[in-house]
């Protein structure tokens, strides 16, 4: 866990910080070559409340064992 997120649990109230941490593990990134994915909050961000379409980033895929771009797409574990 990154200092901003240790930051935001310790500061919000439980019930937003649940929810923060729930809703950041709910966005995915995807890498746009092998589609190997993890969290926001695995990855160490947050994104709570937030909407985008097509929203794209760069990462570094430990799949594909390099720098890759990547989709940000919201795919929550009840779907």
């Not at 994915?37 to 379409?53: D, L, N, T, Y």
């Amino acid at each position: 866990m990154t200092a901003i997120q240790k930051f935001f649990l310790k500061v919000l109230p439980q019930k937003w910080a649940e929810d923060m941490r729930k809703e950041s593990e709910g966005w995915k990134i995807l890498c746009d070559t092998c589609g190997h994915s993890r969290s926001v909050w695995e990855v160490g961000g947050i994104r709570w409340k937030a909407a985008s379409v097509g929203k794209k980033t760069r990462i570094f895929c430990k799949q594909c064992n390099t720098m890759r771009s990547a989709a940000v797409e919201y795919l929550p574990a009840d779907k």
